[in-house]
């Protein structure tokens, strides 16, 4: 069965940092790129960055560049986000979700894992 | 960047009824790289459609896609109870892969 399984979220202050991790599995994760995506409460679906197969393209939504890296590691099924001064606009369910291709245009997301929440608050 | 507009944002409807949801794009899309996700309270996004009109796996065919453009439309022929929920629709053809604001379904 293929399964994307997130984890790291939790409560942090603003400006403090938090690093996402998902797991996956039932599929060749180095086969695809993949992306986070976020939902804050009560609001629709925002892309916040992607990375293609091999991490040699990575892509950020402006509202988090240079604050959220994007990273992956193909040995251990991993799909990671570095989250840096954090904002409480940050404050969201962050899905992990894989692309039905292997780079980061031309595919959309077919498989997504349940997410995890970040708060962020004082 | 590509801006998606759905329409309407919240759309009443009774089961048997037949739905149309609208997603219409700021310019035309590249190769109609134009997706449907369905979304219920407490769960993940679910891929519909992709490529604006095919079904993904096991999705059920009284939902379809078409449109091509700038104006992309979901249809749902016949509402079950289980298909009142957010609809998105993503244009994923270029970065940053965008979504539309999203049209709830309700039961009327």
């Known amino acids: 069965e293929v399964q994307l399984v997130e984890s790291g979220g939790g409560l942090v202050q603003p400006g403090r940092s938090l690093r996402l991790s998902c797991v996956a599995s039932g599929f060749i994760f180095d086969d695809y790129a993949m992306h986070w995506v976020r939902q804050g409460p009560g609001k629709g679906l925002e892309w916040v960055s992607g990375?293609?197969?091999?991490?040699?393209?990575?892509g950020y939504a402006d509202s988090v560049k240079g604050r959220f890296t994007i990273s992956r590691d193909n040995a251990k099924n991993s799909l990671y986000l570095q989250m840096n001064s954090l904002r409480a606009e940050d404050m969201a369910l962050y899905y992990c979700a894989k692309a039905s291709g292997h780079i980061l245009k031309y595919y959309y997301m077919d498989v997504w894992g349940k997410g995890t929440t970040v708060t962020v608050s004082s | 960047e590509i801006v998606l507009t759905q329409s309407p944002g919240t759309l009443s409807l009774s089961p048997g009824e037949r739905a149309t949801l609208s997603c219409r794009a700021s310019q035309s899309l590249t190769s109609n790289y134009l997706a449907w996700y369905q979304q219920k309270p407490g769960q993940a996004p679910r891929l519909l459609i992709y490529?604006?009109?095919s079904r993904a796996t096991g999705i059920p065919d009284r939902f379809s896609g078409s449109g091509s453009g700038t104006d992309f439309t979901l249809t749902i022929s016949r509402l079950e109870p289980e298909d009142f929920a957010v609809y998105y629709c993503q244009h994923y053809g270029s970065s940053p892969d965008d979504f539309g604001q999203g049209t709830k379904l309700e039961i009327k």
């Open positions: 990375i293609s197969w091999n991490s040699g393209s990575i």
């Open positions: 490529g604006a009109s």
